[in-house]
């Protein structure tokens, strides 16, 4: 490799994570969202094309992984693009459902009471990590009020001198 290539890849790769670093904190464009659109769903078909070979509940587990990480990564996209705490409890309920449906299905590789307490205690993790997302969420609401609360307060106005003595 020339001193020319190394010099183009280094300078491609610090302006990329420049724009990595400066995508965090505000929305993406249009163009951005389409292309990570697109990845996410390439990730998807590809992740659905190996379950393919699989058989019986290997199969309906691995689907229920794709499926899963695909919501995921999409709820993800959007809590990074809006940055808002509902962005971000809908990402935490996607987190949520794709690893109660894996869990579901890995249960069913098990046989009667292992199997209805397995699923038992995944429903049990589902409904505690969406109720922890809601009230994550409620937290991160009521504090964005108090903080424009307190930044539109009036200042304080200052107390009269005293009067002069005689």
Known sequence: MNFKLKMTTAAVAGALAMV????ASAAMSRDEM???KDRIEAQY???KDNCKSMKAN?????MAEAKGAEKVAKAELEA???GT???????RIEQADAAYKVAKEKCEDMKGKEERACKKDAKAAHAKAKADA???MKTAKASARS?????KAPAATPAPAPAPAK
């Open 147 to 151: 903080d424009k609360a307190t930044t």
């Open 20 to 23: 990595f670093a400066g995508t």
């Open 134 to 136: 809601k009230n994550d």
């Open 58 to 62: 290997a199969k309906d587990i691995c």
């Open 45 to 47: 078909k590809s992740a």
């Open 85 to 91: 705490p509902k962005a971000q409890e809908k990402l």
């Open 34 to 36: 389409k292309t990570e």
């Open 80 to 82: 990074r693009d809006k």
